[in-house]
């Protein structure tokens, strides 16, 4: 499942020419957006919180604060990765989380397989807490990045599968929950679905409309799959053809 999604990121760097070379490198990915850029930690570190980066580049050696104690400072950010001319802090960086460690003088080959270490680590990242999910009541809640999405059953449309997944609609925004679609229907909270389909499920209520073939919700053509058609029936005595 590709999201495509956009992370930003600050560097720090006190050598100019160093700093300068990462970020015209870093600019090439499509993936990071560069939201500031600092000749030291202090001033890195002023301005992190109202930025809440995603990821940062840092240099080590930067005079009255290291890039290592900035990071310590900044566990809670996602991904770090040290850009230093001195191999010896390698160690040291991956004790304080760092994703990788490129030594200096930059190279591109080198620097393109840390940016594909990089977006394959904030992507499953991101999938792991987007789908995270929990049952309350008549109420699903989403976690989508740091926040927790509040969903009403009965507001929702209808459900599609997605391998181990199962996407989730209504008729604001359309979430993912970790979950099967069939794993997820046995659940007593969904009892007002019914399947439609091998990769489909919809809210009674919402149902517009019954052909054999397909049902119609809010506007949205769902295949009725071969082996459903008779309990939807059951359910609806006044199907009318295509």
């Known amino acids: 499942m590709a999201f495509n999604n956009i992370y930003d990121c600050i560097i720090a760097d006190d050598h100019e020419i160093d700093r300068l070379t990462t970020l015209a490198f870093a600019k090439k990915y499509a993936f990071l957006n560069i939201v500031g850029v600092y000749e030291n930690a202090e001033a890195a570190l002023a301005e992190v919180n109202q930025l809440k980066p995603q990821v940062l580049l840092l240099d080590i050696d930067m005079g009255e604060k290291s890039g290592l104690q900035l990071r310590r400072q900044l566990m809670s950010i996602d991904a770090c990765i040290f850009i230093s001319s001195y191999p010896d802090y390698a160690i040291e960086s991956f004790e304080v989380a760092a994703l990788d460690f490129l030594v200096k003088p930059l190279k591109a080959e080198r620097f393109d397989r840390a940016m594909m270490r990089l977006q394959a680590y904030l992507e499953l990242k991101y999938k792991s807490e987007l789908f995270d999910y929990s049952l309350n009541g008549d109420t699903i809640f989403v976690k989508d990045g ?3 999405i509040k969903i009403k ?6 459900l599609e599968a997605l391998k181990d997944y199962t996407r989730i609609v209504t008729r604001r925004k359309k979430h993912c929950v970790l979950i099967s679609l ?5 659940n007593p909270s ?3 679905f019914v399947r439609v389909h091998r990769s489909y499920a919809v809210q009674k209520h919402f149902i517009d409309r019954i052909t054999p073939q397909h049902v119609w919700v809010n506007d949205v053509k769902i295949p009725v ?9 059951q359910l609806y005595f006044n199907a009318s053809e295509d």
């Open 225 to 233: 799959g071969r082996s459903y058609k008779e309990g939807l029936q």
């Open 182 to 186: 069939g794993n997820l229907l046995t």
């Open 190 to 192: 969904f009892k007002s």
């Open 146 to 148: 740091h926040n927790h």
């Open 153 to 158: 059953l009965h507001e929702i449309l209808y």
